[in-house]
Nanobody
């Protein structure tokens, strides 16, 4: 299984940015997918997750109303639309997949991870 994340970069606070993650070689098609992030000197933390069919989502409290997770099931692609990002959103963002068909915020539920894409938000 390979997860390829892209879309990171340098943005100003208030601008928009969309991250993408393509999953390939999944052995099943019922995987939930999620985004996590890790800032320098901090532990990796949950950001958002989505169920296989995309009908259920879950967000970190601090990004609710600003970030939107979505997916294209057939393409096994998950997106994270970041509206009004803040400097505190600066981190390396990782996508991951879980065999569970629900949006989960527990890192240990995810068994495959992408390489990360850096997002830097300037004030």
């Amino acid at each position: 299984v390979q997860l390829q994340a892209s879309g990171g970069g340098l943005v100003q606070a208030g601008d928009s940015l969309t991250l993408s993650c393509v999953a390939s070689r999944l052995t099943t098609s019922t995987n939930g997918m999620g985004w996590f992030r890790q800032a320098p000197g901090k532990e990796r933390e949950f950001v958002a997750a989505i169920s296989w069919r995309g009908g259920r989502t879950k967000y970190r409290e601090s990004v609710k109303g600003r970030f939107t997770i979505s997916r294209e099931g057939a393409l096994k692609t998950v997106y994270l639309q970041m509206k009004s990002p803040r400097p505190e959103d600066t981190a390396a963002y990782y996508c991951a997949t879980t065999p569970r068909d629900i949006p989960v915020d527990y890192e240990g539920s995810y068994n495959y991870w992408g390489q990360g894409t850096q997002v830097t938000v300037s004030s």
